[in-house]
């Protein structure tokens, strides 16, 4: 890449986060809705910081992947084009691979769990490996937990997923997740999912629960079965180029900021899924709970399958962690 080629990136950078009197802004980009909880949680997050910065960091929040789609706010991260983005764990895997850890199947049992292994000294070990593309980790908000819809039956028990056509993401922990349960899974991009549920493209789609309440997936999938298959959190980046231009107490108030809505946030995702379900019940949507037991046996061997990917001692290494948790 030639020197004046570079020399006019370093300039778009720079004036992307700078304004003419002087403020520090964040590009903060996200795909959910407005009433999502990432765009609640980031208005939050912008909030704190303007307030303890009194404006000297602005923050602009882009909802509906108004400049891309995860994947781009990712990339733009990673290249500082865009300060801060939070997006699935699973999509951060395409990056550094050990960050899809959590996708594992049925790894935690509850959401005290899952936030305990996110908040621990073992998940931040695996947090830093995105330093090497330009990405810090502030927070893991919540994303929460995987189940599955579909407009055929209900799903009472394992065999029932037979045979059925489930969009996944491109997340291939995700696929071979769903194929264990017996179901005909494969990707599509969630821009054409709707139509594809609504034309009989799939019979059904597996997503937490707030996105299949914010997305009106229950217009056109009519059962609902709480799987609970994969637990997915969604990690907060920044651009380590522009963090390492903030003076020492700037990061601690990003930082800080970063913490203090992820507490809110997860009070809030946990709230809303029960209050998201219960009007799904009330629209007409059949929610059933089948045995888990049964659907984690399926998905068992996941775990050597990949385990190439995040390798055998970090596999243990959760797997311990989990087992401390449940001991205490």
């Excluded at 959910?32 to 602009?60: C, H, M, N, S, Y």
């Excluded at 790894?107 to 990405?135: H, I, P, T, Y």
Aim: hydrophobic fraction near 45%; glycine fraction near 8%; aromatic fraction near 8%.
């Amino acid at each position: 890449m030639g020197t004046l080629v570079l020399a006019m990136m370093a300039i778009s950078i720079l004036a992307g986060s700078c304004r003419k009197d002087g403020a520090k802004v964040i590009k903060f980009s996200h795909v959910g809705p407005p009433e999502d909880a990432r765009q609640v949680t980031a208005l939050k997050f912008k909030d704190i910081v303007e307030t303890r910065t009194k404006g000297r960091i602005r923050v602009e929040v882009y909802y509906g992947a108004q400049l891309g789609g995860d994947r781009d706010a990712i990339e733009g991260v990673r290249l500082g084009t865009i300060q801060m983005t939070t997006a699935g764990a699973g999509i951060f895997a395409n990056f550094e691979p050990k960050m899809g850890i959590t996708a594992l199947p049925y790894l935690f049992d509850s959401l005290e769990q899952a936030w305990a292994f996110n908040d621990s000294a073992l998940n931040a070990r695996v947090g830093r490996l995105l330093l090497k593309q330009n990405m810090r980790v502030l927070a893991y908000w919540e994303n929460g937990f995987r189940s599955l819809t579909n407009s055929v039956k209900a799903i009472e028990q394992l065999g029932d997923l037979k045979g059925l056509k489930i969009r996944t993401p491109e997340n291939p922990v995700i696929l071979a997740t769903l194929k264990a349960l017996g179901a005909n899974a494969s990707p599509l991009p969630w821009a054409e999912v709707y139509m594809a549920l609504q034309q009989g493209v799939f019979h059904g789609q597996e997503n937490p629960i707030h996105i299949v309440f914010n997305q009106r997936i229950y217009e056109v999938q009519k059962h609902l079965a709480l799987t609970r298959h994969i637990y997915e959190p969604m990690p907060v980046v920044i651009s380590e180029r522009f963090w390492s231009g903030l003076t020492a107490d700037e990061q601690t108030i990003v930082k800080d900021a970063a913490i203090e809505a992820q507490t809110f946030n997860r009070q809030y995702i946990r709230t809303q899924t029960e209050q998201m379900l219960e009007q799904m019940k009330a629209k007409g949507v059949l929610v059933t709970s089948p045995d888990l037991g049964a659907l984690r046996q399926a998905t068992a061997s996941i775990y050597t399958q990949f385990l190439d990917v995040f390798g055998e001692d970090l596999i243990n290494d959760v797997h311990e962690f989990i087992k401390h948790d449940k001991v205490n």
